[in-house]
């Protein structure tokens, strides 16, 4: 097996090739930092995935469904996944 430089048209050029690299080493680092397992997991029902950080104790948010069986209720939240962790601490959440 041979393997020659520059002997057809890059698909992308080096520079976005190594923009690449370094985001992906990026959000690796983020996900190690933040003790998150999956990467890139989020979808467009639940954007933030892995995303968003509980200024409160470091951990990811996590999406919860409010009231799922009774759907005037129903609410998606997302929220600190440590929020019930530690008793007698409540950690920030938002809504939509
Ligand atoms: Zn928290």
Redesign the pocket.
Known sequence: MYYVEESHPAIIDKEMHTAVQLEMERRRAFAEKYNISKLDYATVDNPFAGRVI?G??G?PFGRKVWNSTDERLRRVVWR?N??YEVKGKR?VRISI
Request: proline share 0%.
């Open positions: 509980c409160h104790c951990s600190c440590k929020k950690a």
